[in-house]
């Protein structure tokens, strides 16, 4: 999906992530592009993102952030990289029209509390003034909510010539990141609420580290919601708001280990003098299947332009102009359109911006702000003038992607099973359909053996269990049960259900419950088979 930058003076509200493994600059998050004049302007760009360095056991943690300028009048694109090694304690920036950042110029600082591990915010101050010299501000925040400022370098032997932003990409090694954001900002945030917005936003979700790798986000429909919770379903993972309205996403692996101490203690609304215990054969799994699909070879047939020819348009300096463009559903998403270019909608993947509604007046490059999105089969384009005079909107060619049907995900099946349990229980088969969302065989691989796992040898359920109404208690919650009177029960279990009602000035609250540990394995013991058949019983005639 292509969406620009919105480069307004007040910074967004930044978005919760987890990104961890490989390096990988260009695809981790990319965001094509909101094109934003290089020259003449008094503010910078402000980068940053939250790091966690702890727990690193393998090769050297880094991140990285890289713009692509492209160049009026056909000139070589540049590329502004920074990069952060927290293993050698080094921030290097690099500037230059070689898209190999280590070949371009360089300036670099050294900071060894980079080395100690524990969470960073990490910002990068870019201004570029009318000369076009490039200037570079580290600001490093630790754990002592202390901004520091290292000193600023500049590119003086290589400029940046007159141009728009192309895209800007984050890449990230060997640890965590989240709240990756670019802003344009009149000034150089100094303090730590202005580096880090404390106090302008809250944190209202909480996620586990990502487990299933995507390489393409499959065709999906209906609300986020609806995908939120198919992408749980598929990977057995948790989505949920809790009673204080925070949002959390836990992995399969919040199952693996039995408690030893509740969350909370219920206690049961009357005696529960009839309790039914179950451990139903359906909750036994022990031959497990997944069904993945191998996305590794799957790519895109050859591009489609979608264009959009409208008599010329006037918008004044600060407007904006709206545009909706219809597309096919098997289209992927149009990338943002490109305006640094004078063959205006001549070439896939442009904006056309001219000073005047003739077609031959001159075209106006660096002052148009553009953002794409698209909802179903509607591309709405959003063009705003960020110049001082009006300019005209005379089209637009935006470049999309079509699925190859020469390379679709291959099925493939991936199954783990527990002989044990199925000399106990016979063999109990489960399918597992994740519908696209785990793309390679480590995943299938680790979804096989966490149902195989969870499901060999079923533990107790407990159904309608009805408490005192407690609202502190949520979905996956490990509550122990008291019932001093009648079932003399007291255990440990998880909440698979909570179920509240209320009739007039009465509430009640049901639970049902899974155990979080089995009854052991069943047994014959006592029993005394039936010869085959009556002793001294004749032969068969």
């Known amino acids: 999906m292509g969406k620009g930058f919105d480069f307004w003076p007040k910074r967004a509200a930044p978005f919760e992530s987890a990104i961890e493994g490989g390096f990988d600059y260009l695809t981790t998050a990319t965001y094509v592009p909101a094109l934003l004049p290089v020259t003449r302007r008094s503010d910078g760009l402000w980068y940053e993102v939250w790091t966690d360095t702890t727990g690193n056991l393998f090769s050297e943690q880094i991140i990285q952030f890289q713009s692509t300028w492209e160049a009026f009048a056909g000139a070589a694109p540049y590329y502004t990289t920074i990069r952060v090694n927290f293993t050698t304690g080094s921030i290097v920036a690099y500037n230059g029209t070689n898209s190999d950042p280590t070949k371009n110029g360089s300036v670099s600082w050294t900071w060894n509390p980079l080395k100690i591990p524990g969470r960073f915010h990490i910002a990068m101050w870019l201004t570029l003034p009318t000369t076009g010299v490039l200037s570079v501000v580290p600001v490093i925040t630790t754990s002592d909510n202390n901004p520091r400022a290292l000193t600023a370098g500049t590119f003086g032997a290589s400029p940046l010539p007159a141009g728009a932003m192309v895209n800007t990409s984050f890449g990230v090694q060997n640890m965590r990141a989240e709240c990756f954001q670019v802003s344009q900002l009149y000034a150089?945030?100094?303090?730590?609420?202005?580096?880090?917005?404390?106090?302008?936003?809250?944190?209202?979700?909480?996620?586990?580290?990502?487990?299933?790798?995507?390489?393409?986000?499959p065709n999906v429909s209906g609300s986020a919601w609806d995908v939120i919770t198919e992408i749980a379903r598929a990977t057995m993972a948790t989505a949920e708001f809790d009673s204080n309205g925070y949002f959390r996403w836990r992995n399969h692996t919040r199952w693996t280990t039995a408690p030893t101490t509740p969350d909370l203690t219920v206690t049961s609304k009357r005696e529960l003098g009839k309790l039914t215990v179950t451990e139903e054969i359906d909750a036994c799994r022990n031959h497990c299947t997944v069904k993945w699909e191998n996305w590794a070879r799957v790519g895109a047939g050859g591009p489609w332009v979608v264009e959009d020819r409208p008599s010329p348009i006037a918008v004044a300096a600060g407007?904006?102009?709206?545009?909706?463009?219809g597309v096919d559903d098997d289209m992927l998403d149009p990338r943002a359109p490109r305006t640094a270019t004078t063959?205006?909608?001549?070439?896939?993947?442009?904006?056309?911006?001219?000073?005047?509604?003739?077609?031959?007046?001159?075209?106006?490059?660096?002052?148009?702000?553009?953002?794409?999105?698209?909802?179903?089969?509607?591309?709405?384009?959003?063009?705003?003038?960020?110049?001082?005079?009006?300019?005209?909107?005379?089209?637009?060619?935006?470049?999309s992607l079509i699925p190859s049907p020469s390379s679709e995900p291959v099925p493939s099946l991936w199954s783990a099973w527990n002989t044990n349990s199925q000399a106990l229980?016979?063999?109990?088969?489960?399918?597992?359909?994740?519908?696209?969302?785990?793309?390679?065989?480590?995943?299938?691989?680790?979804?096989?053996?966490?149902?195989?796992?969870?499901?060999?040898?079923?533990?107790?359920?407990?159904?309608?269990?009805?408490?005192?109404?407690?609202?502190?208690?949520?979905?996956?919650?490990?509550?122990?049960?008291?019932?001093?009177?009648?079932?003399?029960?007291?255990?440990?279990?998880?909440?698979?259900?909570?179920?509240?009602?209320?009739?007039?000035?009465?509430?009640?609250?049901?639970?049902?419950?899974?155990?979080?540990?089995?009854?052991?394995?069943?047994?014959?013991?006592?029993?005394?088979?039936?010869p085959p058949t009556r002793p001294g019983a004749p032969p068969p005639p």
């Open 343 to 399: 063959d205006g909608i001549g070439s896939p993947n442009r904006l056309a911006i001219r000073a005047s509604e003739s077609t031959t007046s001159a075209a106006v490059i660096g002052a148009a702000e553009v953002q794409v999105t698209r909802a179903g089969g509607i591309v709405t384009l959003t063009v705003r003038n960020r110049g001082p005079v009006t300019f005209y909107y005379h089209g637009a060619s935006l470049l």
């Open 188 to 217: 150089q945030p100094s303090t730590f609420s202005e580096v880090t917005q404390e106090g302008t936003w809250k944190r209202t979700a909480s996620l586990d580290v990502p487990l299933f790798q995507l390489r393409s986000i």
């Open 319 to 325: 407007a904006t102009l709206t545009r909706t463009i």
């Open 425 to 530: 229980y016979g063999v109990q088969t489960y399918e597992h359909d994740v519908k696209g969302w785990v793309q390679d065989g480590s995943g299938g691989r680790t979804l096989a053996e966490a149902l195989r796992n969870a499901g060999s040898f079923p533990p107790p359920l407990l159904q309608q269990v009805e408490i005192l109404p407690d609202p502190r208690i949520e979905l996956g919650d490990v509550v122990r049960v008291v019932d001093t009177t009648g079932a003399q029960l007291q255990t440990l279990a998880w909440v698979i259900g909570n179920r509240v009602s209320g009739s007039g000035s009465g509430i009640t609250q049901a639970l049902t419950l899974r155990g979080t540990t089995t009854n052991g394995t069943p047994s014959d013991t006592g029993l005394t088979p039936d």
